[in-house]
């Protein structure tokens, strides 16, 4: 869990305020004196008592949340937790502050304290502490429902991307043009070829509205399409797909591997000087998708939106991050192995 400072601010202030208020009440009430003539060492003891109950509890927000999914174990542990922290912050500022009357002996300070004090104290820390924790509970399942809609934001907009490319006139042309010469060259391989074009269309149309997909389904996707590209660009091509990944029985997001396959093409020289080869293996519970780096001369403009997207989308379905490197030689994209949720 990632704590921003500029988060915090609005609530340590509130925090800090609404505490100092109940604690300057029940000080008042325990030491029998007004706002006007509160002793200094009451109002010491209040300032203490607030900020330091503050600062423990907002820690121990943070451990448990950091150590249990759950929302609502997350709230019964903090219940149980916060009365003994409150109880023993308390029994120390007050030793610090008033412990003068029996010369810091701390045995015989405990044995004149009153249980109704902190039984009071914990009683209260648990009111207001539960009640800040369970505001704090409901904004954070608002930012997620936000964070759900911005990702249902980016699937359409993923679908729509790889739809127009699928469309592109000039994927078609391509297309049709190879077609054209297979017919008059090689009859059985312009057969296959049709066909593969026509499964390809239908399985993007089919997987556009699935959430997520087996790997094999995806990896059969991206055969026929790799299948098309290696008919128009013969040796300058070539792909290595690891025998592991079909077995495997984790799922992926749909599309993703497409755009990653489109982007290798799209933005690399494949000649039969320079062959392109892309390679999908998985390692370390991710699926790397690489391949070797060499740009094409015509620059074509990159400006990162579908690696955006498909990071996005991995965000709602993996607490793993895709990851995105290159260096001199190679261009790599892991993408998460996420567990099939129908796998027993």
């Given at each position: 869990?990632?704590?921003?400072?500029?988060?915090?601010?609005?609530?340590?202030?509130?925090?800090?305020?609404?505490?100092?208020?109940?604690?300057?009440?029940?000080?008042?009430?325990?030491?029998?004196?007004?706002?006007?003539?509160?002793?200094?060492?009451?109002?010491?003891?209040?300032?203490?008592?607030?900020?330091?109950?503050?600062?423990?509890?907002?820690?121990?927000?943070?451990?448990?949340?950091?150590?249990?999914?759950?929302?609502?174990?997350?709230?019964?542990?903090?219940?149980?937790?916060?009365?003994?922290?409150?109880?023993?912050?308390?029994?120390?500022?007050?030793?610090?502050?008033?412990?003068?009357?029996?010369?810091?002996?701390?045995?015989?300070?405990?044995?004149?304290?009153?249980?109704?004090?902190?039984?009071?104290?914990?009683?209260?820390?648990?009111?207001?502490?539960?009640?800040?924790?369970?505001?704090?509970?409901?904004?954070?399942?608002?930012?997620?429902?936000?964070?759900?809609?911005?990702?249902?934001?980016?699937?359409?907009?993923?679908?729509?991307?790889?739809?127009?490319?699928?469309?592109?006139?000039?994927?078609?042309?391509?297309?049709?043009?190879?077609?054209?010469?297979?017919?008059?060259?090689?009859?059985?391989?312009?057969?296959?070829?049709?066909?593969?074009?026509?499964?390809?269309?239908?399985?993007?149309?089919?997987?556009?509205?699935?959430?997520?997909?087996?790997?094999a389904e995806e990896l059969q996707l991206c055969k026929e399409y790799l299948?098309?590209?290696?008919?128009?660009?013969?040796?300058?091509?070539?792909?290595?797909?690891?025998?592991?990944?079909?077995?495997?029985?984790?799922?992926?997001?749909?599309?993703?591997?497409?755009?990653?396959l489109e982007n290798a093409i799209k933005h690399n020289e494949a000649s039969?000087?320079?062959?392109?080869?892309?390679?999908?293996?998985?390692?370390?519970?991710?699926?790397?998708?690489?391949?070797?780096?060499?740009?094409?001369?015509?620059?074509?403009?990159?400006?990162?939106?579908?690696?955006?997207?498909?990071?996005?989308?991995?965000?709602?379905?993996?607490?793993?991050?895709?990851?995105?490197?290159?260096?001199?030689?190679?261009?790599?994209?892991?993408?998460?192995?996420?567990?099939?949720?129908?796998?027993?």
């Amino acid at each position: 869990m990632r704590i921003t400072i500029a988060k915090s601010i609005p609530d340590l202030f509130f925090s800090l305020l609404f505490g100092l208020v109940i604690m300057l009440v029940i000080s008042m009430i325990e030491c029998g004196c007004s706002l006007i003539n509160i002793p200094v060492q009451w109002l010491l003891f209040t300032l203490l008592l607030s900020a330091s109950l503050y600062i423990l509890n907002h820690r121990v927000a943070i451990w448990i949340q950091h150590y249990f999914e759950n929302r609502f174990h997350r709230f019964l542990v903090y219940l149980l937790i916060n009365p003994a922290l409150t109880a023993i912050t308390l029994f120390i500022i007050r030793y610090l502050i008033f412990g003068t009357k029996t010369q810091y002996n701390p045995i015989l300070f405990f044995q004149l304290e009153s249980s109704g004090t902190y039984i009071f104290g914990a009683i209260v820390s648990i009111v207001t502490g539960g009640s800040f924790y369970a505001i704090n509970a409901i904004k954070a399942m608002k930012d997620e429902q936000i964070e759900k809609e911005k990702a249902k934001s980016s699937l359409s907009e993923a679908k729509f991307i790889n739809l127009k490319n699928q469309i592109d006139p000039h994927f078609l042309f391509n297309s049709l043009n190879v077609l054209s010469g297979l017919i008059e060259e090689d009859t059985v391989k312009a057969s296959r070829y049709t066909s593969s074009l026509s499964s390809l269309y239908r399985n993007v149309l089919t997987q556009k509205d699935k959430e997520l997909v087996p790997i094999a389904e995806e990896l059969q996707l991206c055969k026929e399409y790799l299948y098309l590209l290696q008919i128009r660009f013969e040796d300058a091509l070539n792909y290595i797909i690891s025998a592991d990944l079909e077995q495997k029985q984790s799922v992926v997001v749909p599309l993703c591997l497409q755009l990653l396959l489109e982007n290798a093409i799209k933005h690399n020289e494949a000649s039969d000087l320079h062959p392109l080869l892309i390679r999908m293996y998985s390692k370390d519970g991710y699926l790397i998708v690489e391949n070797n780096l060499q740009p094409r001369k015509s620059f074509v403009e990159s400006n990162n939106t579908g690696l955006a997207i498909i990071t996005e989308r991995y965000k709602s379905y993996s607490k793993l991050p895709v990851i995105v490197e290159s260096d001199e030689y190679i261009f790599h994209v892991a993408l998460p192995l996420i567990l099939n949720p129908q796998t027993p």
